[in-house]
């Protein structure tokens, strides 16, 4: 069966496979990874942050606005012809049964419980440079202030209350010990290097039994190791988009790449999950809560 997210899926594969993730790219060749937003201007969350991202900076894209093809109509800017849409994930929850909906609210389960039903799909978006004569408000974007950027990605990172050890030459989250071991930060060769690995390990120790309890893998390369890593190695670029853009310094290898598709699809819906790698803010210290939100 065909999927929707196939072309972009198969684009980070290859990127993945020639030793360059859109999310470790230095982005020189492209654009600066903005946070996408919709028409009317609030910010897009969960999988379309990060999947609007990459197709934005992978594309070219200056401007972080997305339309559907109906909104572009609105404001008198139709799609240009022979321009290709990107993938946004629609995410829905509906509970039947409830007690207080009275007849009209759904049927209950065998033993008179709520039911709760899911479903994701996608819809078509584009960029506000694919549109024909789009308003320049949508266009003439300000780059972001590199100071301000880098000061909310140190307060994102700073408020995530995880035991940290330096030295060595390795950097890990010890799930036996519940810490992160990292080399001293001049060890790295840029600052950016060092933040991205930190995040990196930040996110694995977020998945420990007692926090947001992911399967970790029983041994390096398995589904579990390799999903953990995506996911780890997808979390920085949130931070890239909306505070500071950066490389991972995690090098992903997997035995069987194109086995990502799968998982980058599992990926998609996992971040519309209250599991899912968004779910880390929540474990911020409590007065840095409203922040915007062996491992290696």
């Not at 999927?3 to 470790?24: Q, T, Y």
């Not at 900076?57 to 404001?75: C, D, E, H, K, N």
């Not at 321009?83 to 007690?99: D, H």
């Not at 947001?212 to 999903?227: I, N, S, V």
Request: hydrophobic residues 40%; charged residues 20%.
């Amino acid at each position: 069966m065909s999927n929707p997210l196939d072309d972009l899926i198969l684009d980070i594969i290859a990127r993945i496979e020639a030793g360059v993730p859109p999310w470790r790219q230095a982005w020189m060749a492209s654009a600066d990874p903005r946070l996408p937003l919709r028409a009317n201007g609030e910010p897009f969350s969960g999988s379309n942050a990060w999947l609007l991202a990459f197709s934005g900076a992978v594309r070219g894209y200056r401007s972080p606005y997305w339309f559907t093809f109906r909104q572009a109509l609105a404001i008198d800017a139709p799609v240009a012809k022979g321009e290709k849409a990107s993938p946004a994930i629609l995410y829905k929850t509906r509970v039947l049964g409830e007690p207080t909906d009275g007849p009209d609210g759904g049927v209950a389960d065998e033993a008179g419980d709520p039911r709760v039903l899911r479903y994701l799909k996608t819809y078509s978006v584009f960029n506000a440079e694919q549109l024909t004569d789009c308003p320049r408000a949508f266009l003439d974007i300000a780059d972001p202030d590199p100071a301000a950027r880098a000061a909310t990605r140190n307060a994102v990172l700073d408020a995530i209350p995880a035991r940290v050890e330096f030295g060595g030459g390795a950097a890990c989250y010890v799930p036996a010990l519940d810490l992160i071991r990292l080399p001293h930060p001049d060890a790295f060769n840029t600052p950016d290097d060092f933040l991205a690995t930190k995040a990196h390990e930040q996110l694995h120790w977020s998945g420990a039994a007692h926090r947001l309890d992911r399967t970790f893998g029983k041994r390096f390369g398995d589904e579990a190791y390799a999903f953990e890593e995506l996911v780890a190695e997808i979390w920085p670029q949130p931070i890239s988009c909306g505070a500071a853009a950066s490389p991972t310094s995690f090098s992903m290898r997997s035995p069987r790449p194109a086995a990502l598709g799968a998982m980058a699809g599992r990926l998609c819906g996992s971040f519309h999950q209250p599991n899912g790698a968004r779910s880390l803010a929540g474990l911020c210290r409590p007065a840095e809560r409203s922040i915007p939100a062996v491992r290696r």
